[in-house]
């Protein structure tokens, strides 16, 4: 008896000593938190939202670029020069007197002289209107019988003119500043589809984390009940080995028993901690700020009938996955790259013409004048063609560009196989594990029954400890399939919303796209 006390105090003290190795908490601060509020907080301080925001607006900048293409341009010089050519004589030997001349020259330039404003329209139609006025002074002295004297002359010009060209084959209907525009307003597209699968992602792993933290605290608290009846079971029979009612080796199989519940229990507490860890790091950027918090889940891990509709299903996923919708304006970019290809095989033709007016006269307000007056104008039209012999350069661009888009497409139809197979397999998954909550739930209350009954065979003598603990381990592995599987619903509905494209809409968040 001496021995069997000794020994029960030695089990007692190692289950004391297993309780003290508990992770405390005690010194932490707790928060109370629903899955709306850890789905607002991840938004905010989710790393790779913030990434795919500023891809974004990149995206935004890079459309202001193209949009560049159409900017007019303006431009204005002015210049003096002086010039002089000495004496000499001609063949007769008379004397070539030397000349002098000042001029004076105004003009608006860029691309070229007397180029003051020009530019390009989103038909293709390049534009400039010239303006330039010069005035020049010369000086020739004059040798005459009685001495040499100076001739002075002044002359003022200037015009003003308006250059018009419009394609009408290459570069009719696209050229490179439409095409440019139009690609970067399909990358927008593209990046505002990237935007919201990454805030779809980030709204997906918080939410699975969230119910899988539930699970981690809860399978805690069944497990403190399993070592809470494991210890009971050993209290009770150490009292039946002290009376000789009861086998020493039965005392020993409940100590066995409660110290591997006292086990199980600190491995799920370490569990509940990581993944409390994991959460954490989804709801903020600065991991460190929620460090010293507890977080308490407010939700329950109820068990709603799923309103199931697999062609609905597949309907939604074709119309909102971002991922497809990408896959589709990969295509579309594809086909800008071809039609500008396309019209890059056509030859040169292009509607040229010109109109103004020219001026002269001894100052520049004279010049000005007479431009002003359009008394004497000036036009031309025609056409200017460049065929290209061979053009084997763009036959080749294009004849790649038909095989990219081939590309395209046959991603597009894969990932179209994909979706429709992730979904229904999601939609498979909801099922199953709904079924799973029931047939957990009957197993648990199943077991319950059990263990209730072989304690009271106990308690009468017609049932063994043995069995007892394996009612015990019954209960607890029942109790923990059943939170694992009502984890594992929520878990699988979530990411049918996923795949379905429409987890956002789900839990009432808006975004914008344009």
């Given at each position: 008896m001496?021995?069997?006390?000794?020994?029960?105090?030695?089990?007692?003290?190692l289950?004391?000593?297993?309780?003290g190795?508990?992770?405390?908490?005690?010194?932490?601060?707790?928060?109370?938190?629903?899955?709306?509020?850890?789905?607002d907080m991840?938004?905010?301080?989710?790393?790779?939202?913030?990434?795919?925001?500023?891809?974004k607006?990149?995206?935004?900048?890079?459309?202001?670029?193209?949009?560049a293409?159409?900017?007019?341009?303006?431009?204005?010089?002015?210049?003096?020069?002086?010039?002089?050519?000495?004496?000499?004589?001609?063949?007769?030997?008379?004397?070539?007197?030397?000349?002098?001349?000042d001029?004076?020259n105004?003009?608006a330039?860029?691309?070229?002289?007397?180029?003051?404003?020009?530019?390009?329209?989103?038909?293709?139609?390049t534009?400039?209107?010239?303006?330039?006025?010069?005035d020049?002074?010369?000086?020739?002295?004059?040798?005459l019988t009685?001495?040499?004297?100076?001739?002075?002359?002044?002359?003022?010009?200037?015009?003003?003119?308006?250059?018009?060209s419009?394609?009408?084959?290459?570069?009719?209907?696209?050229?490179?500043t439409r095409?440019?525009?139009f690609?970067?307003k399909?990358?927008l597209?593209?990046?505002?589809?990237?935007?919201?699968?990454?805030?779809?992602?980030?709204?997906?792993?918080?939410?699975?984390?969230?119910y899988?933290?539930i699970?981690?605290?809860?399978?805690?608290?069944v497990?403190?009940?399993?070592?809470?009846?494991?210890?009971?079971?050993?209290?009770?029979?150490r009292?039946?080995?002290?009376?000789g009612?009861?086998a020493p080796?039965?005392?020993?199989?409940?100590?066995s028993?409660?110290?591997?519940?006292?086990a199980?229990?600190?491995d799920a507490?370490?569990?509940?901690?990581?993944?409390?860890?994991?959460?954490?790091r989804?709801?903020?950027?600065?991991?460190?700020?929620?460090?010293?918090?507890?977080?308490l889940?407010?939700d329950?891990l109820a068990?709603?009938?799923?309103?199931?509709?697999?062609?609905?299903?597949?309907?939604e996923?074709?119309?909102?996955?971002?991922?497809l919708?990408?896959?589709?304006l990969?295509?579309?970019?594809?086909n800008?790259?071809?039609?500008?290809?396309?019209?890059?095989?056509?030859?040169?033709?292009?509607?040229?013409g010109?109109?103004?007016?020219?001026g002269?006269?001894r100052?520049?307000?004279?010049?000005?004048?007479?431009?002003a007056?359009?008394?004497?104008?000036?036009?031309?039209?025609?056409?200017?063609?460049?065929i290209?012999?061979?053009?084997?350069?763009?036959?080749g661009?294009?004849?790649?560009?038909?095989?990219?888009?081939?590309?395209?497409?046959?991603?597009?139809?894969?990932?179209?196989?994909?979706?429709l197979?992730?979904?229904?397999?999601?939609?498979?998954?909801?099922?199953?594990?709904?079924?799973?909550?029931?047939?957990?739930?009957?197993?648990?209350?199943?077991a319950q029954?059990?263990?209730?009954?072989?304690?009271?065979?106990?308690?009468?003598?017609?049932?063994?400890p043995y069995?007892?603990?394996?009612?015990?381990?019954?209960?607890?592995?029942?109790r923990?399939?059943?939170?694992?599987?009502?984890a594992?619903?929520?878990?699988?509905?979530?990411?049918?919303y996923?795949?379905?494209g429409?987890?956002?809409?789900?839990?009432?968040?808006?975004v914008?796209?344009?």
């Open positions: 001496r021995l069997l006390t000794i020994s029960w105090l030695v089990f007692f003290s289950v004391l000593g297993l309780r190795q508990t992770i405390d908490r005690t010194n932490h601060l707790a928060r109370s938190i629903s899955l709306e509020e850890s789905i991840a938004l905010k301080g989710n790393l790779g939202v913030e990434i795919e925001r500023i891809n607006q990149i995206a935004g900048y890079n459309l202001a670029i193209g949009y293409g159409w900017d007019p341009f303006l431009s204005a010089s002015a210049s003096h020069s002086f010039n002089s050519t000495p004496s000499g004589f001609d063949n007769l030997g008379r004397v070539i007197p030397s000349t002098r001349s001029s004076d105004i003009a330039g860029l691309g070229g002289p007397g180029v003051g404003v020009g530019g390009l329209l989103p038909s293709g139609l534009y400039s209107l010239s303006g330039n006025a010069s020049t002074v010369f000086h020739r002295p004059i040798v009685n001495g040499v004297f100076d001739t002075r002359t002044e002359t003022t010009r200037g015009g003003v003119t308006l250059n018009l419009q394609p009408l084959l290459k570069n009719a209907w696209i050229d490179a095409r440019n525009v690609m970067y399909n990358r597209q593209w990046s505002d589809q990237n935007f919201r699968l990454a805030i779809m992602k980030a709204v997906n792993e918080t939410a699975k984390n969230y899988e933290l699970y981690a605290r809860t399978n805690v608290e497990l403190e009940k399993a070592l809470e009846l494991a210890m009971k079971l050993a209290e009770e029979n009292k039946k080995v002290q009376v009612t009861m080796l039965d005392e020993k199989s409940a100590e028993q409660a110290a591997t519940a006292k199980l229990l600190l507490q370490r569990a509940k901690l990581d993944q409390e860890n994991v959460l954490k989804l709801l903020s950027a600065n991991y460190s700020a929620l460090h010293d918090i507890e977080l889940p407010s329950v068990a709603p009938i799923p309103v199931l509709n697999l062609k609905q299903s597949w309907a996923g074709m119309a909102q996955r971002p991922d919708l990408q896959a589709r990969d295509i579309e970019q594809q800008i790259v071809l039609r500008y290809t396309y019209n890059q095989l056509f030859p040169e033709l292009d509607l040229i010109s109109y103004g007016f020219a002269s006269g100052e520049f307000s004279g010049a000005f004048g007479r431009i007056s359009g008394s004497d104008p000036n036009y031309s039209f025609g056409v200017s063609v460049t290209p012999l061979g053009n084997r350069v763009a036959r661009i294009y004849a790649g560009s038909k095989e990219q888009k081939k590309y395209y497409l046959l991603l597009l139809k894969s990932l179209e196989q994909d979706i197979v992730q979904i229904e397999n999601g939609v498979r998954l909801v099922q199953t594990s709904f079924d799973e909550i029931e047939t957990t739930r009957r197993a648990r209350i199943f029954a059990a263990l209730d009954a072989e304690q009271k065979k106990l308690e009468s003598g017609k049932s063994t069995l007892v603990l394996q009612a015990q381990r019954d209960l607890t592995s029942s923990k399939d059943e939170i694992r599987a009502l594992n619903y929520h878990k699988a509905l979530s990411d049918l996923f795949q379905e429409s987890i956002l809409e789900k839990h009432h968040l808006g914008g796209v344009k």
